[in-house]
C-alpha cells in the first residue's frame, strides 16, 4: 500500500466517524466512556479540588490552605509559593521573607519531582479556560490559522524575568492570568477576569491552544523543572497506532507526539508535554501510558 | 534514510541565519509587549490618595517590588479591613488596601497581616502597631467639622486609639459668640499611626478629617534649615556649631 492511499483512507475513516459519530468515538466504543475521559475527568478534579481547597478558607472559614497560587500556607505551618513570582521579587533587588524563599524552593523541588508542566494540566485554572476554548474549537471545526513559535514563551519567560531588574517592580504580576483567576475567585477581584476572556478568543479565534502551548512563561519556567523528572507519557503500543489523530487533534503540544509514534524513542521526554494523558484517554488502540522511566532503566539493568 | 541519520539533522535544528532572524524578530516582538506591559503596569501603579497600604508597608515604590499579591494579609486581617484591588481599584492590581471610611484599621497587637506576609512588603520589623504609619490624618475641612463650628462633637477624638496623644482637643476662644469656648481636634503627626478611626467615624456625610499618605500629608523644612529639630537642639550643640 502507498502512502497516499493510507492517507486517504485515514482521512476517508475520519470523515466518517465525524459525519456519524462525536469525538473519540473509537476510543469511547472500545475502552467504554469512563475510560476515554479517565485522564481528563481526574485532572478536572485535581484542578478543582486545589481551587476549593483555597476557596473553602474566605467562603466557609475552613482555613487548610491560605493566600493564593503565587503564595501561600499549608494548614498554617508550610510555606508554598511561585517561583516565577518569587524570582521577579528578587530581581527587583527587594529581599523577601525567608518563607517566600522557602516556599518556592519547595515548588520546585515538588515540580522537579512530580513532572513540570503537570502544574500546567493538572493544577493552573486558566487550564480550564484554554481547554474549554480548544473543545469549542473542535466542535465549531474551526480553520486553523497561522501558528505562532512555540518557544516565544521561553522568551517571555526571559522579558518577565528581565523587566523587574530595569523597572524595579514586578510589571508581570499585573497581568498573570493565573492568579487573577484565583483572585476572582477567592477575593471576588472580578475585574482582571477581561484577561482571561482575551486568552479565550486567542485559543478560540486566533491560534489554536495560543495561550498555554506558546505564550505562557509560567508554563515555560515549569517545563524547564520538568527536564529530568521520572515519569512520562510514552507511547509503549506505537506498534498499534492506526493513524487515526485522535491524540493529535486533543493534544495541547502535538509537536511532542510524533516523535514518540514514529521515532524511535517511545517515551515523550520533551518537558513541553503537560502530561495531561488525554492522548491515553483518546486512543482506542492503547498505545499510550503513563512510565517511571528511572524505574524502567531499573528494571533493565537488572 | 540512512543519511539521514548520520548527519544527525533534526528537524528542530536551526542554521545560524533562521538562528539570527528568529532572535531579532522574537527580540523585537518582546520589546514591544515589555512596553506594552510596563505601560500598564506604570499607568496604574498610581496609589489612590485615599486608598491606604496596610500597617508596616514599605514605601509604595518598595512595595511594589516586594508584593507577591498574594492576600494572606487580607485573609489574616479579622476585621476584613484589607482587600486585595481590581483592576481600576485606585491600588496596584492584587496589591491589599483599605479604605478608612469604609473600615479602618483596628490595630491589633498581635498584628496578624504584618506577621503572615511572606515578601517583607509588609515590614517584619514593626513590632508595635502603635509604631504604625499607613498614613496621617489630617483635618482638611475645618469649614464643615463640628468642632470648628463651636459644637461639642468630638467623635474623631474620642474613637482615636491613641487618645489625647494622636488627636488632641485645643482649646480656643470662640470668635463668633465670644463668649464659648471651642474644642479644635488636632492631630500629631508624630504619633498618628493613620488607622482611620477617626475618618471612619466623622458623622458628616463626606467626612471632614482624612487619612493621607504621608508624603501627601506633611511637608518638609529645607535640608539646610538649621531650625530642622528644634526641640532636641541644646544651646551646647549650637555653641559648638554643629551642623544639623
Not at chain 2, 508584593?67 to 484589607?82: F, I, K, Q, S, W
Request: glycine share 8%; with cysteine.
Amino acid at each position: 500500500m502507498t502512502k497516499s492511499t493510507v492517507k486517504k483512507e485515514a482521512i476517508t475513516d475520519a470523515m466518517n466517524e465525524s459525519s456519524n459519530t462525536g469525538f473519540a468515538q473509537a476510543a469511547i466504543d472500545e475502552l467504554g466512556w469512563w475510560r476515554a475521559h479517565k485522564f481528563l475527568f481526574l485532572r478536572r478534579a485535581s484542578q478543582l479540588s486545589v481551587l476549593t481547597l483555597f476557596a473553602i478558607g474566605p467562603w466557609f472559614g475552613l482555613w487548610l490552605l491560605k493566600g493564593n497560587l503565587s503564595s501561600s500556607e499549608l494548614l498554617g505551618t508550610v510555606p508554598l509559593s511561585d517561583p516565577l513570582v518569587t524570582l521577579q521579587v528578587l530581581m527587583t533587588g527587594h529581599i523577601p521573607e525567608l518563607t517566600l524563599l522557602l516556599g518556592a524552593l519547595f515548588i520546585t523541588v515538588f515540580y522537579v519531582i512530580a513532572g513540570g508542566r503537570v502544574f500546567c494540566s493538572w493544577v493552573c485554572p486558566v487550564n480550564l479556560v484554554t481547554d474549554s476554548a480548544s473543545w469549542l474549537r473542535r466542535k465549531l471545526n474551526l480553520p486553523r490559522l497561522g501558528e505562532m513559535p512555540r518557544n516565544l514563551r521561553y522568551y517571555l519567560l526571559g522579558l518577565v524575568i528581565v523587566l523587574p531588574l530595569l523597572t524595579g517592580i514586578t510589571v508581570w504580576e499585573w497581568v498573570n492570568p493565573v492568579p487573577i483567576l484565583y483572585r476572582a475567585v477567592l477575593f471576588g477581584a472580578g475585574s482582571g477576569l477581561w484577561i482571561l476572556l482575551a486568552i479565550f478568543q486567542l485559543d478560540l479565534f486566533i491560534s489554536e491552544r495560543g495561550w498555554c502551548g506558546h505564550l505562557c512563561p509560567t508554563g515555560a519556567m515549569f517545563a524547564l523543572f520538568g527536564k529530568l523528572s521520572p515519569v512520562k507519557v510514552s507511547a509503549v503500543n506505537a506498534k498499534a497506532c492506526d493513524n487515526c489523530m485522535d491524540c493529535f487533534d486533543v493534544c495541547p503540544e502535538r509537536q511532542v507526539l510524533k516523535p514518540a509514534l514514529k521515532g524511535k524513542q517511545m517515551m515523550i521526554t520533551d518537558s513541553d508535554c503537560t502530561q495531561c494523558g488525554r492522548c491515553i484517554d483518546v486512543c482506542a488502540q492503547r498505545v499510550f501510558q503513563y512510565q517511571n522511566r528511572i524505574a524502567l532503566k531499573a528494571e533493565n539493568n537488572q | 534514510m540512512s543519511k539521514v541519520k548520520h548527519t544527525k539533522s533534526n528537524p528542530r535544528d536551526v542554521n545560524r541565519r533562521q538562528f539570527l532572524a528568529s532572535t531579532a524578530k522574537a527580540g523585537c516582538v518582546m520589546g514591544l509587549v515589555g512596553l506594552g506591559i510596563t505601560a500598564t503596569a506604570t499607568q496604574s501603579r498610581q496609589l489612590d490618595p485615599l486608598a491606604i497600604r496596610p500597617p508596616g508597608a514599605l514605601g509604595e515604590d518598595d512595595f511594589l517590588s516586594a508584593c507577591v499579591r498574594c492576600g494572606l494579609c487580607v485573609e489574616a486581617c479579622p476585621y476584613d479591613t484589607l482587600k486585595l484591588a481590581r483592576w481600576f481599584d485606585g491600588a496596584a492590581t492584587g496589591t491589599p488596601y483599605f479604605t478608612a471610611r469604609s473600615i479602618p484599621c483596628e490595630m491589633c497587637e498581635d498584628i496578624p497581616c504584618v506577621k503572615v506576609c511572606p515578601s517583607g512588603s509588609l515590614d517584619h520589623g514593626l513590632e508595635d502597631i502603635e509604631e504604625a504609619k499607613m498614613g496621617i490624618a489630617v483635618l482638611i475641612d475645618e469649614k464643615n467639622c463640628l468642632n470648628f463650628k463651636g459644637l461639642r462633637c468630638d467623635v474623631c477624638y474620642r474613637v482615636c486609639p491613641l487618645i489625647d496623644d494622636a488627636i488632641t482637643l485645643e482649646r480656643q476662644h470662640n470668635q463668633r459668640s465670644d463668649h464659648h469656648a471651642m474644642f479644635l481636634p488636632t492631630v500629631n503627626s508624630d504619633t498618628c499611626t493613620g488607622c482611620g478611626k477617626c475618618e471612619h467615624v466623622c458623622v458628616l456625610e463626606e467626612s471632614a478629617i482624612r487619612i493621607l499618605p504621608a508624603h501627601i500629608a506633611l511637608g518638609k523644612t529645607a535640608e539646610h534649615d538649621t531650625y530642622i529639630n528644634t526641640e532636641e537642639t541644646t544651646l551646647e550643640m549650637l555653641n559648638k556649631g554643629l551642623s544639623l
